[in-house]
């Protein structure tokens, strides 16, 4: 890779997708730096995804491993679904960032380092036993060592801020050497800069003077002999976005909110990491967004439904151990058979676990987490955009059906961002709620559509339908409480009844492939994008493999177990320890399914998943 | 205009109009009968359309409540109320919203949402009936039983000191606190009036009987006997008098209380302090919501009634803010906002 | 059944097993009257089971439906498993009483009734809209028209007491006419009076006199033609005494307390049907317990989790809705390793459902109902006496095992009773808690047995055993909070491995029968007694059927899978939407499992059962 | 007595030996650490061992605490400390229990828990981290958070009126409070040694600087321009006084409190009003409790310190009476008694 030719001009090497990673302090601006590199490339025309790797901690000692920020984008030519499983470039503003941050480099991969950070402190502050760049550690890769911050700092002196700005701006400068390595317009972010620090020109200037100084910097040094070309992809035509999974999930409620002509009603109570949900839809108050801060997560449920029950939109969202809390409220709902959407962003558990990292392991929480028998709509978005898609019809169903409905999102998903070909609001499906109309005859709050079996809906305020509803079984139509055995049976079967009858609405399971064959690789929710990777991948290779991936968990499409019929093996892969794999065992108990799972707080990689599929294949 | 002529036309709502077709299943003798009576009658009084009042409770022998009141009613889970009826009223604020409670829903299980609820001001109204016992789920003592209450799950006594509704509801910011009493229906209803027109969370605490597992409870000031000499009824303006002949007075020592008798050592009606509800500084609220038999009465009536923003109007004024703040107005302006591209 | 001899003498039927129930209002004494004829009847030496059927009120009006209370007990000279199905003598206080008991008189049964009570207005409040006794309504049964009323009154007449204490007296003349029915003694009962009111003599004589009278009513008149003789059962030898499911729980910790020199610490909130637990305990105080009634369901286990922690028995128990709640501070027990036992007392849902029925349907609850991957120990009660060996065993395997257990049992084995046969404290097995040991190292408080994977546990006030404990992941061994990716793997599938384990540590199951053949018939929990009887039936009429019935429902005994490998078919039969056959079939994906269900916050009836059971052996 | 030689012996525990060896994560510049420190000095003069000294809290930047103390420790879930460190206590009523807390930790998800703490006089130590903002959560408003303050989840300002702590204890019938300051080492300190002294629930609410999402909240007390002004340091049995010159006092006027100059308008010490930690009556605890700049100074110090039995002390009295009245002393009494009978 590292060539240059005999004329001393550097080559350049054309790539389908390329991967790479920031890491640095907390403080260095990784983030932003990221970010800035995607939205180039998005402009530039190539695909991408990215996702934000943060610490656990908030604001860990300047040096130490636990306070180091990562971001990771992968960019290509071709469709990229995931972030990627190792960097090609890493940047490591530090050692610390370095030690964090060198099991995701790929071996013989770049990686570029602020020289001026790898004093003796700093190394031993990260852990380190001996210099990383002296000891042999990073032989397997082409380091490129470089005196970022002082000449940051060089390059800065003229102008009139004090010295920790000048350093805050050394991230541009790392920045402006990914620009030359890619072969990036500097425009973009120039832009950028100028719009941000409208009001302190002084740092405008700065950080575009750090960017070019990297530039040229990168063009001028002997370690990065080549550039990388990774020309734009085939993309859809149309207007994009970036986006994340939380904004897409607020963005989704909101659509849904402005076809239905209701307010959204968002109880919540922080959490990381469904905190920014709240974050984006406290901003929008003139939209139509009620937002309410709850005192916990029991009183977020239960003004969400509240909120129902008035006849608005009622939303809550928390991650695990919040949504532990919410079962006893949410069976209420599933009793009272009333509108409530419920998003969990999944995070590694059990108890507080690991708050900052993703899993999958909420399934048999939605499906099972309140007493008796509650059954729930239990939906599931796969990549950050499609949030919106399932926010919006996670609403849909919920008022179409009258009954809850628990949306499955996780910290992958949430973090993550990649470009959005957004809608049009005037495309987004119509939403039609059952609204009761006064037709002579006393109100039946519990009078169901024949086809949907969702109750007639009546709200405070209706003049006229004044009724009473609650916790206690109900008599079938009138909705008075009532102790009838056989009744009791009735309704509990006609609440099932109307949850699976959600099938009828919903699409049919989709596959990638040939439909029928060897292996089936099934899986659900945010491991979409290395799933979708790994098995085209295979399939371009010619082997004879399929995916499904599952965004309706229940009920499922209806032709789910005749699609399964058609395939040798199925294996089921989810980062949990079998849940949806189980779930499927009951639902289909003639099949069979193999279950592959990773429980480490961290998304699939590509290469594990093809090992594994290969092995499976033999 | 024709649509003003038609709401005058609407007959005034009566007692009966409120009443449900539901069979009312509280033990007999229960003092939530007399409550629910005082309601129906309150009611009428407010003009406002049946349709636009939601009873909200949440479980116990008081949240069944909602089953009796020919409005909108939602009978939710246990201690949960006061959460589902703040969704209610933020989401349609001109909903008159009423919250039925047992000491154990409110105080017990409840007590964060009731604490909460008051320090937002959501414009509801809390109706807190305290019978000093669970009684739905057949005598267990409650966080608002004395000290010493054989129950079933206190054979020895209860250990615990109990907690004084007012004192709870003024230490978290309460701008509203009456008492009343289930024998006192015209009191009752009454200050059930006064609650609804009050903005902001109305909190009022009703000593009720349950005749089957704390018969007796509110015995020191219900009894005929004792009624006149520990009931003191007071009212924004007047004096705090008391006694059959109204006789006896509170009178500020220091930092203390102390019953006076008009006529005697002195004392005249200047002497006696005069009820201020509205004042916002609570000290002396405090100080008379704490009396107690057999040292003084025990004061009922609107003890603070304090003016302050409620939350639903400040979200009103927010929204407000919000859009001025705003350079979209509807979906499509937010799809389209910040940093878009198009791939042609 | 019912002819006189011609001499006038009365005949005597010799039965296996005889139901009676006692219907009246909430205040006419049925419970009473019900429990002295159980043992009354047990004292004679035969077996048997009964059930309490509360009113959902507390107090609906006098008279009303609302208002009845009923007691059924079936007594046998063979085993006796369940209250019955159907009862052979109804006594009705009033025609409230008939009118919601009819349905569980046998037709062709005797009907005995308070001819007093069934005037005009009873009769419409009762809601029937003739005079049952004269509109043919009771034209299938034997009615016996009773003035019990008046005949009291009469015999009391000279008794120094109230017209209200008088009539209170009208329970023992009917449990005096079933004395006779029965050919029981009075002696019993007589003593029980004498104690009961030591302080108040009239009233002892009052109730005695009503009892004798009652007695020589029944051998007077006409209508009761022919006495029930069921004679003794063979019983096995030992102390005798009766108990319900809550008070055999409650003995059961205490039992494992004293033999663990631990205190009990019971944290709890009220809820139906589980509050008894908490009355029972809190009358023990000496006797090692500490009760705490906690302002909610959350306080109550995280108080629980506390006292573990710091050494003692952490107890919880609730019904379906509390238990929805405990969900996330039972993650914590389950991450920090932690003993606790949470006693879920089932009864109708969803949500506050059918409070006073009984359900089996929080399975998934118990199995699922926390956030990420929280496996627990579940086990099930099958009898009201077993509670106390469950209850026991629910805190060996707690504390043996480092990890908490889920006991469930339900509303109909908490409120009925049957005769036990008591243990001796000595005779009840050992519990041996993993306690640290110095060894001259530094303490490592996730170490583990080698066997069980239980860790090593220190409590407060051990001097040198300093450690820190809590939610979030933890490295191996030192419990240092830990985000390494790996470890969380590790530890995943280490605290899933210890409680796969247990099932090395409990019996195998069990089957009655051959343990192979056409039909096994598979239950859980309360609905043993039934189950039991119906295939004990059929199997006496030369059916191939076999019976196994859970009490181990997590981790399942290791003997599971082959000895459902012998049956040509499987039926699980549960009060639920099939939760246990799904469980099943997620464990032992290769066997088919037929679901049979029931949801009207009943119990099975014999007779539907073995309907049910001759069809699949078709 | 070998026993208590072998105690003499033991060498009086010191400030390090109660650091952990875990690294501390706050971020740099946060008030927890000082308060770390206040607590490993206070300790030692508590003479009580390590392993009987628990520390207990829920979730949250101040609830990382456990991990920092070299004794036992449980970190355990949001909001429910409180509940853990009740049954903690009860379990060995001889441990010394500490529960750390947060605002949101507290006084959002755990309202319910802390009020019932105070109410049932459970003999803990409760230790408030005031920040008046989410800080693991990375910056959302809490229930102190005062009106209007900009936060992620208020672009707009928080709507709400804030909890005061104190307000909120004494309503809850606590029978300790004092307040103290991440910015004074000494003063809390002496107050963690005297909350420890505290038979029943003592709290200690510590104003807490979060340098990260709420920087300088406390500023208008702890400014070195304004600290002399801005805190008055109480002590029981002692005058109220404070400013640099401690020249300046408060006196009691009719109900209300107000600000005098030693010397000005013939104002003398006598007038200023002399500090009673002990009075059970809480009026002037609540009216010191409510003081704030810039009217006056914020009251630092035990405001309330009053002595009513500690529950465990009442559960081991009630063991005693269920003892006396039991006929029974064992399980197999129990088995035993009332109707039993014997199959032969
Ligand atoms: C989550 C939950 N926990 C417990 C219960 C049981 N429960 C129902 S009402 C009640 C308390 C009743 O007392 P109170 O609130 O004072 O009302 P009252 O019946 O006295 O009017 C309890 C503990 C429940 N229904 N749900
Ligand atoms: C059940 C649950 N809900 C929410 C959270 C997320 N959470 C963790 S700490 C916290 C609040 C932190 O604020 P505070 O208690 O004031 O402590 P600080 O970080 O400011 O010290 C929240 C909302 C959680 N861990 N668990
Ligand atoms: S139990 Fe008590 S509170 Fe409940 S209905 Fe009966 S008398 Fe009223
Ligand atoms: S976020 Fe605030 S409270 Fe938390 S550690 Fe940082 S400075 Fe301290
Ligand atoms: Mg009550
Ligand atoms: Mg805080």
Redo the contacts between chains.
Sequence with gaps: MSETLANGKKTTVEKDKVVLRFAGDSGDGMQLTGSQFS?TS??F?NDLATFPDFP???????G?V?GVSGFQVQIGQVDVYTPGDLADVLVAMNPAALKSNLRYARVGGTIILDMDAFDKRNIEKAGFSGNPVEDGALDAYNVVEAPISSLTKTALEGIQLDNKSIMRCKNMFALGMMYWLFDRPLSDTEK?LDSKFKKMPALAEANKKALHTGFHFAETIEALPSMYKVPPAK????????ISGNIATA?GF??AA?KMKR?I?Y?S????PA?DI??EL??????GV???????????V???????????I?LTAS???????K???I??A???ELPLIVVDVQR??????????T?Q??I??A????????PCIVLAASTPANCFEFAYMATKLAFEHMTPVMLLTDGYLANGSEPW?????AEMPDITVPMATPNGEAYLPYLRNKETLARYFA???????????????KQENTG??S?D??N??DM??V??EKVERVANYIPEQKVMGEGKGKLLVVGWGGTYGSLHTSVSELWKAGKDIDHAHFNYINPLPKNTEQLFSGYEKIVVCEL??GQFA?HL??KF?KL??ESYT?????PFAVTELKEKFIDLLK | MAEVAEKEEKPKLTKKDFASDQLVRWCPGCGDYSILSAMTGALPQLDIPKEDIVFVSGIGCAARFPYYMNTYGFHTIHGRGPAVATGVKLANPKLSVWEIQGDGDALAIGGNHFIHALRRNIDINILLFNNEIYGLTKGQYSPTSPTGLVTKSTPYGALERPFHAGELVLGAQGTYYSRTIDTNPKLMTEIFVKAAQHVGTSMVEILQNCVIFNDDAHGAVTDRANRDDFQLHIEHGQPMLFGKEKQKGLRLNGLKLEVVTLGENGVTEKDILVHDAHEPDSTLHMMLVRLHPPEFPIVLGVIRDVTLPAYSEKMEEEVKRSGEKSKYTCMDDLLNSGETWEVK
């Design positions: 939205f998005a402009l025309g656990a901690e908030i604001r860990a000692p300047l130490t636990e950028y993309i859809e035509k149309g207007k994009y976005r970036h963005w909101m659509a402005e307010k009603f109880g109570y922080p959490i990381t905190s709240l974050h406290s901003k929008h108050k003139h939209l009620i937002t309410l801060q709850a005192e916990d997560e029991i009183a977020a239960c003004s969400a439904i509240g909120a129902s029950y008035a006849g608005q009622g991650s695990g151990p919040g949504i532990a809390l079962g006893e409220a069976g209420l599933i009793m009272a590694g558990g059990p108890s507080t676990g690991l708050p900052t990292k899993e392991a909420d048999n929480l499906l099972y987490g309140r007493n008796s028998e509650s070909k957004y809608p049009k609001m709200v405070p305020g209706m003049a006229g339908f004044e009724h009473r509803i609650g916790g206690l079984e008075n409480v102790y055995p056989r009791h049976e509990v079967k609440r099932a949990n320890m189980n065992r009951g108990p069979q399914f990773k429980i480490q707080g961290l």
